[in-house]
């Protein structure tokens, strides 16, 4: 589970012009990824982990094990040294019980485990402003700390010293942070958001419009479906052919709207009995047991055929699969 950090912003700017005012934006951080390491402070003889080992896969190329958890998920690099990286988990909280999970798992076949040196290495840590950003004069005030080449990355690169932290900054408001951990991805959004504030996308005449004359919206009213039959008109009229009841808005009383009975083609021919021919147009059903008389294939050309069996005059059927009962 992702975990979820909430701010409250206050911004000091003023609207002029008797602008309606912005309420206090709250910007919730989404912990993405937090990754740990730490050491067993024993040799680890990788051949072992990858036979024995649940969930393992043994990678040669690099000189390491991979082993997987459900709960919490996450992926661990395990080396020989003994020393063990964890990734994937949301929290600092989830992190350690899943290195501890690993800890344990590497006791159960067979080796001196002592858990020791735990440590969260990365925060990855994401957030959306709730308006866009003019990323190229942000990236031309900020010369310093920001570096933005559009050629290779659409964002702007925005390095905090204290703390600690890297920012990735776009356009439509979306903040990535890196930082050493929970603490200072928190941190670092509290200080970029003045600076972005003041680079926002200003509002158009028509948004501003809007944000006037914007009211609360109306409680539902369950008798008043006419709204809902414009927003879904074409599922209405698919209810309709298939003759289920539903309600206009303008009748007294629902309606129902009985489909149109199809119209028999005198050039069409289905082969079979007649109880079985009307069994099949009722419930459009495929019976298996007459797979060649009841498949639904129907003949431009109409042919007449004595009653009985048909004697195979060449064709792929044979006598067994073609046969007639009635004259025509």
């Known amino acids: 589970m992702i975990d979820n950090l909430s701010l409250s912003l206050e911004t000091k700017e003023t609207s002029p012009d008797n602008e309606p005012q912005e309420e206090q934006p709250e910007i919730d951080i989404v912990i993405n990824n937090v ?5 067993v402070r024993c040799h680890l003889n990788l051949h072992d982990i990858a036979r024995q080992g649940h969930n393992v896969e043994f990678r040669r190329e690099h000189g390491m094990v991979t082993m997987k958890l459900r709960r919490p998920y996450t992926t661990a690099s395990i080396w020989s040294s003994g020393k063990i990286t964890c990734t994937g988990a949301t929290s600092e909280h989830q992190a350690k019980i899943a290195a501890r999970r ?6 159960k076949l067979g080796f001196n485990v002592r858990f020791r040196n735990f440590r969260i290495v990365n925060v990855l840590g994401t957030c959306s402003m709730p308006f866009g950003i003019m990323i190229v004069n942000f990236s031309e005030k900020y010369k310093k700390d920001a570096s933005y080449e559009p050629e290779l990355h659409p964002g702007v690169t925005y390095k905090l010293y204290s703390p600690k932290a890297t920012l990735k900054i776009f356009s439509t408001g979306s903040i990535t942070v890196t930082a050493a951990s929970v603490a200072f991805v928190q941190a670092a959004i509290e200080q970029i958001f003045p600076l972005v504030y003041e680079f926002r996308k200003k509002r158009t005449p028509i948004e501003k419009q809007a944000m006037a004359k914007q009211q609360p919206p109306p409680d539902f009213d369950p008798h008043d479906v006419d709204h809902l039959i414009e927003e879904d008109r074409e599922g209405a009229l698919a209810e309709a052919e298939e003759g289920l009841t539903y309600w206009n808005g303008t009748a007294d009383e629902p309606t129902m709207q009985q489909p149109e009975e199809e119209q028999p083609d005198d050039e069409l021919e289905t082969f079979g009995d007649d109880a079985d021919v009307r069994t099949r147009n009722n419930t459009k059903a495929i019976h298996k047991i007459n ?3 009841q498949n639904g294939k129907k003949r431009r050309m109409r042919q007449l055929r004595p009653s009985g069996r048909a004697v195979n005059d060449g064709d792929s059927m044979s006598d067994d699969d073609l046969c007639v009962s009635d004259y025509e």
């Not at 990754?35 to 050491?39: A, G, N």
């Not at 690993?102 to 006791?107: N, V, W």
């Open 102 to 107: 690993y800890s344990r798992c590497l006791q």
């Open 35 to 39: 990754v740990c390491s730490f050491s």
């Open 291 to 293: 797979s060649i008389r």
